[in-house]
């Protein structure tokens, strides 16, 4: 099938969950013999670089600005993409779902993985929070297929939009590897910190995460993964709450073999997020045999069923971080259970699977 997927920053990644889906997808995809095309955004991707690992890469401009970036990219992909007729289209992000008649309308089918509610965040404003609205419905009017990442966001659209979905999760590699030298220059040793990966935005509760920490009597230090682009006064919170903690490490964003090593010789990781559908790094994280504390949200515990240990709060995360730094016997229990749930359920070989039915379908091939 000739394929294309839409709506991201690009590939290789180098910024968040969806970039990663769109490079293991489109990648694998093209090891089975298709041909794919990952819509990339200027300034996110190395100047002449049109290929990665065969899949191709069209490379296009945008407004870098919080509310235009996503939109813009996506209304000139959408554009682009029209003559090249291609078998089906996979735009990621609700957001984007307005543009989808450019290409149905010219009679290429679309797929919209409309992600969670992102109208929940707290960086939007309300005209922010009004134009995610309008994409969900968008998606549900326009798109030739509705994906869902998670059971909670499928009963969300058939309850609120009475729409009909499909839902494919979130995939994950299960493996893991301690190397002490690929994690020095953080100034860590491999079972010697927790680990916390996410965009530094109040919903996703690092400054809960610090607090929590400064509470427990530990060598261990913590170690916080991410950045944002647009929450500058909120970051300068973070640094304040862990002044004075030496044990606290930011490293700002960090992708491929680094974040993966810093993942898989963790001691412990914590999730903190509340809003979304199915979170990539809690999914990495147990694929990389880490033993998890996640914030018992819906979206979170249908992931991690009871292979991950739940927490409610700041007080009850601190307790629980107490007693997971004290008893490795609990961590190692946890880190087998882990793996043991997303090779069953969430493998990315699996997800490959039930994308190319679904791109099948829309092809009119099956």
């Known amino acids: 099938m000739h394929l294309a997927i839409l709506g991201t920053r690009g590939i290789p990644a180098n910024y968040g969950g969806f970039e990663t889906f769109a490079e293991e997808l489109s990648t694998r995809l093209v090891a089975r013999g298709h041909e794919v095309t990952v819509y990339c955004r200027s300034h996110h991707i190395e100047p002449g670089k049109s290929e990665h690992e065969g899949v191709k890469l069209k490379v296009l401009p945008t407004i870098r600005h919080k509310y235009l970036d996503t939109i813009t990219h996506t209304f000139l992909s959408a554009l682009n993409a029209v003559p090249k007729r291609f078998d089906a289209v996979l735009i990621c992000n609700a957001a984007n779902s307005p543009f989808i008649p450019i290409l149905t309308w010219t009679r290429t089918p679309v797929a919209v993985n409309v992600d969670g509610l992102e109208r929940k965040r707290k960086k939007w404003n309300w005209l922010g929070r009004l134009y995610y609205r309008i994409g969900e419905k968008a998606s549900v009017w326009f798109a030739t297929e509705v994906v869902t990442d998670a059971k909670v966001i499928q009963d969300y659209y058939s309850t609120e939009y009475g729409a009909a979905t499909t839902m494919i999760a979130y995939g994950a590699n299960v493996e893991r590897r301690p190397d002490p030298k690929a994690i020095e220059e953080y100034g860590v040793e491999p079972h010697s910190y927790i680990l916390y990966v996410s965009r530094l935005e109040p919903e996703n509760n690092a400054a809960m995460v610090i607090e929590a920490f400064k509470k427990v009597r530990t060598d261990l230090k913590l170690v916080i993964v991410g950045d944002a682009p647009y929450a500058d006064e ?27 090593a810093l993942q898989q010789n963790a001691y412990t990781y914590v999730h903190a997020t509340e809003v979304g559908g199915t979170h990539p790094a809690l999914i990495e994280a147990m ?4 033993c998890v504390l996640t914030y018992d949200t819906p979206e979170n515990m249908e992931v991690a069923g009871d292979a991950a240990i739940s927490f409610s709060g700041t007080d009850d995360l601190a307790e629980k971080l107490q007693t997971v730094a ?41």
């Open 234 to 260: 909120y970051k300068k919170l973070l640094m304040s709450l862990a002044s004075g903690d030496e044990r606290i490490i930011f490293t700002g964003f960090v992708f491929g073999a680094g974040y993966k």
């Open 287 to 290: 694929g990389y045999g880490n």
């Open 326 to 366: 004290d008893d490795e016997e609990i961590v190692g229990r946890f880190r087998t259970q882990a793996q043991e749930r997303i090779r069953e359920a969430y493998s990315w070989d699996n997800i490959t699977d039930q994308y190319e039915r679904l791109f099948s379908k829309m092809a009119g091939l099956g």
